[in-house]
């Protein structure tokens, strides 16, 4: 174990966690919400540092992030937990699991420097924090986005956006790129299936945009949930309000974990997100997990196809690093000409 990050001492041996927005009061010998940072005799450890259930090489297209170093492979780690419950999480299996359940360590142990250095061997430009939720394994990620900069790297948060304020402002001169999950527009849904809240996940977005990180955010689909007009177009509106050129993914739902009964997202449904996107103002509005449409970029002055993907894999690319080799438009994001089809 290590001691923990963003913590106070309080009486009687307690402590006060102000990593992530459940501001968890943890007694002696107990656990936060998290079930992986765990108060022994009034210091706060986590369990989650160095230990890594997955790692793995991944176009950075699958974060996803189209407007980041597109083209790049991202070397992506995680470790078990989250600070969320949500009944439709697609990485369930590892996310949903604790320490304080009695969750078995990562198959694999790496230090911070082990990690930079497998990116490096890999030919990778960044290092990813993904697939579960990387705030709870803050101290990790942290120390490993250090040495990743240092060894010219870039570093990213695939982030359901719960940290505090105080978090983000720990990692920023470390952080190039974050996707963040919005996955409703209504503090009740967020209650009910991720036993969070709206509010700070939407001043995670706004203090991650006004600190100079490049924001992507997803929001999954599902029907019956947050598949409404009125949803869809509250998610819009916000976007459009802290940045237009902020792009919006949109991602296709599939049934798993608590969510086995709901359907499939229909196509019209996604259409009628990505148009509402559109129509909010928004200049970059993208559909995941569907084949033949929704992924490629279009200039926003002359319209024209900029960057054709087929699955995760550039096929076209007409940009002359950010921009458009047709009318000159500069592109939003951080760019340099990618390896593979042209």
Not at 17 to 32: A, M, P, R, T, V
Not at 48 to 65: C, F, H, M, R
Not at 196 to 215: C, H, Q, T
Request: net charge neutral; charged share 20%.
């Amino acid at each position: 174990m290590k001691e923990a990050f963003l913590y106070e001492k309080l009486d009687g041996k307690a402590v006060h966690c102000y990593l992530c927005s459940h501001h968890c009061k943890i007694d002696n010998q107990k656990f936060g919400f998290c079930g992986v940072r765990e108060n022994v005799s009034g210091i706060l450890y986590t369990h989650t540092y160095g230990n890594v259930v997955s790692a793995q090489v991944d176009p950075i297209e699958k974060k996803p992030l189209y407007h980041f170093l597109p083209g790049s492979s991202s070397f992506s780690i995680a470790t078990f937990g989250c600070n969320f419950r949500c009944g439709f999480c697609q990485n369930w299996e590892i996310s949903q699991q604790s320490f304080k359940d009695g969750a078995h360590l990562g198959e694999d142990a790496f230090s911070p420097g082990e990690i930079v250095e497998e990116a490096l061997r890999n030919g990778c430009r960044s290092v990813a924090y993904t697939y579960t939720e990387p705030t709870i394994f803050f101290e990790y990620a942290y120390e490993t986005a250090k040495i990743a900069k240092e060894k010219g790297l870039s570093n990213i948060l695939v982030t359901n956006g719960y940290m505090t304020k105080e978090c983000i402002s720990m990692i920023q001169p470390y952080l190039d790129a974050a996707n963040v999950d919005l996955k409703f527009f209504n503090d009740a849904a967020y209650k009910k299936n991720c036993a969070g809240s709206l509010r700070p996940v939407l001043d995670s977005i706004r203090i991650m945009k006004d600190s100079g990180i490049w924001v992507e955010l997803t929001t999954l689909v599902i029907p019956g949930e947050n598949d409404s007009e009125e949803e869809l177009s509250g998610i819009a509106r916000f976007i459009a309000s802290v940045d237009k050129n902020i792009p919006w993914h949109i991602s296709r739902f599939h049934p798993d974990y608590k969510f086995t009964g709901y359907s499939l997202t229909p196509e019209v449904t996604l259409k009628k997100a990505l148009a509402i996107g559109l129509q909010a103002g928004l200049n970059f509005v993208y559909v995941g997990n569907v084949s033949g449409w929704g992924n490629d970029t279009y200039c926003p002055a002359c319209k024209k196809r900029l960057v054709k993907r087929e699955y995760f894999n550039i096929a076209e690319y007409n940009l002359r690093i950010n921009r458009c080799v047709y009318c000159q438009k500069e592109l939003p994001g951080r760019f340099s000409q990618p390896k593979g089809p042209k």
